[in-house]
């Protein structure tokens, strides 16, 4: 799989990101995406994994409240390329939701709280064997998601990640951990 290595980002240090090359491999793993897809990303950050999906998908709508966060996104899309079938929208992902087209991927990598609300909101828009994929640092999160997921009759997939990076040195390679991520997937089921 071809995942941009992390060093190839634009860095913001007002914005959260990017999602790390192992996690971004992981996401897109458990999203499922395809070239006929359309990825709506909810809190996008620094555009990470945005940048991912617009690599892989027909469409990308990627949502942050932060301005901050869009004009960094678009830098790294445009650095690589691929700010055609990306449309960055400012604004909170429950504000949004109801007015995009009906898609295939819903990435929520940022709730601000209203994890419940997202889910709800984006599985009425999420076509028939749609994905959604929950990315969080926080532990509260993932219960969140599965909860709401559940709810809404989805089978639910939860994975914690924990991953350290070797660091050279003159000595040897120490192994440096990086935060863990816990990541929650379902799919809706297929309609009749």
Do not use: C, F, K
């Given at each position: 799989m071809d995942?941009?290595?992390?060093n190839e980002f634009i860095n913001n240090s007002n914005v959260p990101g990017p999602t790390k090359e192992e996690v971004r491999c992981l996401v897109m793993c458990k999203s499922q995406v395809s070239k006929a897809d359309v990825v709506v990303d909810v809190g996008c950050g620094t555009g990470g994994l945005t940048l991912e999906f617009a690599k892989r998908a027909k469409k990308v709508y990627a949502i942050d409240k932060n301005p901050e966060a869009l004009k960094t996104t678009f830098k790294n899309l445009q650095k690589h390329g691929l700010d055609d079938g990306v449309d960055l929208i400012e604004a909170d992902g429950t504000e949004v939701l109801d007015n995009l087209p009906p898609f295939d991927v819903l990435m929520v990598?940022?709730?601000g709280g209203k994890m419940d609300y997202l889910l709800k909101r984006g599985y009425k828009n999420l076509k028939s064997g749609g994905?959604?994929?929950v990315t969080s640092i926080l532990l509260e999160t993932p219960s969140?998601?599965?909860m709401v997921m559940k709810?809404?009759?989805m089978e639910v997939d939860v994975v914690g990640v924990s991953i350290s990076k070797g660091k050279i040195s003159a000595r040897g390679t120490?192994?440096?951990?990086?935060?863990p991520i816990t990541i929650v997937s379902a799919k809706k089921a297929l309609e009749n």
């Open positions: 995942i941009t290595p992390d990598g940022g709730s994905r959604i994929v969140e998601a599965t709810d809404l009759g120490m192994m440096v951990a990086r935060n």
